[in-house]
């Protein structure tokens, strides 16, 4: 079997992605990266889940970078109460990626920002029964509640959820956490790249990987590694080693 090509760098990303988009199929889901910012012992917020403002200037422009670079991008619920992000390009040039959140009972605040942005409509991953004055409210709000199966553990399923999203035209797909959601998709197996920002720094926060779970990850080795300085930060680029495209 071809072994991927290495991703060095934005610009091997965006030919990557460019001839993912081109064919138009990626086993059927979007090309997902998993990318967020942690300390040097792992934490990417408190303890108390206040976010930590960890990337330096650099770090963050290349974020912006990467997620003018993909078609949607993913957090989960308790991701955008801690934090209500915009998800949004604004330190590069492009256009901004569709905004899913993952959120089973839809407690997302018709006031948040990504409910509010009126360029591209955040989609909700919920269940297929969430309350319905919840789901009124934040449709009228003019947010897209798309129902989801459950897995085992009561959280949606994520392989049904990529399907869907390749389905409706999203076939590159960012995941910026919190640690629940990266836990999750390291779990399932569905990270294609992971872009990990490390920051000098020690906290002893929350960490980024979750392994406390009922379903306790397995050791994932990473491979085609490269590091790539910004400021005082790192930034590692890999692949899960055992990736088959």
Known sequence: MTSP?????VDDLD???????TSGNHNGRPFTLVSYAQCLDGSIATFDRRPLAISGRASMTLTHRLRASFEGILIGINTLLADNPRLTVRLVDGANPRPVVLDTQLRTPTASRLVQRND???WLASAADPPEDRQAALTRAGAVCLTCSLNSRGQIDLHALLRNLHD???HSLMVEGGAQVISSFIRAR??????I???????????????????????????????ERLEDDL???????????
Do not use: C, M
């Open 120 to 122: 591209r409509a955040v």
């Open 235 to 245: 930034i590692v680029w890999a692949r899960p080693g055992n990736v088959n495209e």
């Open 168 to 170: 409706r035209g999203i």
């Open 5 to 9: 090509p290495s991703i060095k760098g």
């Open 190 to 195: 569905l990270a294609d790249l992971f872009i």
């Open 15 to 21: 030919r990557h992605l460019q001839a993912v988009h």
């Open 197 to 227: 920002t490390v920051s000098p720094a020690i906290v002893g926060g929350l960490q980024a990987v979750d392994g406390r779970s009922t379903a306790p990850l397995s050791k994932l080795p990473l491979t085609d590694i490269h590091y």
